[in-house]
């Protein structure tokens, strides 16, 4: 019974904290629909941030298993995979309020990295290994270095989404990876590679 009270309150806090961002949010206003008291919320978290930091998680492990149904897309050649990835990816990070990303990267930067590393830590592998694949496969250029490339995809999203770059641009989150990262799949692309993006 205590978990699934707790799992409740993971899960109306966390829709909460997406459509109104985190700064603003009290835990009393977090946990209102569930007409509990902040004192019950406490049993099971020790603050505001703790509480954060188990939605965060939930939200992330969300995204991670979506990332594992296309990335073990057998049908699905290397490309697709990564140009899925991103799109996906794009797709939920601009899905939200974008006050929730803001309050998160300007007011929690460090527990949103702690958590997302922990998430994804095996993230980075299973993308160079796309990308070797890709490689291997004829799709990506021979000269390429997956390890860099699959650093330089990360720290080309996290400036996509992070740094608030494109936040004034009035663009579409589609017409931005549009502009940047598919730029930049395109790049690692042999002309087979290149035809398979053009499908």
Same mark, same amino acid.
């Given at each position: 019974?205590?978990?699934?009270?707790?799992?409740?309150?993971?899960?109306? #806090?966390?829709?909460?904290?997406?459509?109104?961002?985190?700064?603003?949010?009290?835990?009393?206003?977090?946990?209102?629909?569930?007409?509990?008291?902040? @004192?019950?919320?406490? @049993?099971?978290?020790?603050?505001?941030?703790?509480?954060?930091?188990?939605?965060?998680?939930?939200?992330?492990?969300?995204?991670?298993?979506?990332? /594992?149904?296309?990335?073990?897309?057998?049908?699905?050649?290397?490309?697709?995979?990564? #140009?899925?990835?991103?799109?996906?990816?794009?797709?939920?990070?601009?899905?939200?309020?974008?006050?929730f990303y803001?309050?998160?990267?300007?007011?929690?930067?460090?527990?949103?990295? #702690?958590v997302i590393?922990?998430?994804?830590?095996?993230?980075?592998?299973?993308?160079?290994?796309?990308?070797?694949?890709?490689?291997?496969?004829?799709?990506?250029?021979?000269?390429?270095?997956?390890?860099?490339? /699959?650093? /330089?995809f990360e720290?080309?999203?996290?400036?996509?989404?992070?740094?608030?770059?494109?936040?004034? #641009?009035?663009?579409?989150?589609?017409?931005?990876?549009?502009?940047?990262?598919?730029?930049?799949?395109?790049?690692?692309?042999?002309?087979?590679?290149?035809?398979?993006?053009?499908?």
């Open positions: 019974m205590q978990k699934v009270l707790k799992d409740q309150i993971i899960k109306v #806090s966390l829709q909460r904290f997406l459509k109104y961002g985190a700064r603003k949010m009290t835990v009393q206003k977090l946990v209102e629909p569930l007409s509990i008291s902040t @004192k019950t919320v406490y @049993k099971y978290f020790t603050d505001k941030e703790d509480l954060l930091k188990n939605c965060l998680t939930v939200h992330y492990q969300d995204l991670a298993k979506k990332f /594992a149904v296309i990335t073990k897309n057998k049908t699905s050649s290397p490309v697709m995979i990564l #140009s899925q990835l991103w799109r996906e990816t794009m797709k939920l990070d601009f899905g939200v309020n974008q006050i803001y309050d998160l990267n300007y007011y929690y930067p460090q527990l949103q990295d #702690s590393k922990k998430v994804f830590k095996k993230y980075p592998i299973v993308l160079k290994k796309i990308i070797e694949d890709g490689r291997k496969r004829g799709y990506f250029r021979k000269d390429i270095v997956p390890a860099v490339v /699959a650093d /330089a720290v080309l999203y996290a400036n996509i989404t992070r740094t608030g770059k494109f936040k004034e #641009s009035g663009l579409t989150p589609i017409v931005i990876l549009e502009n940047t990262i598919d730029v930049y799949l395109r790049g690692l692309c042999t002309k087979k590679g290149l035809q398979e993006l053009e499908q």
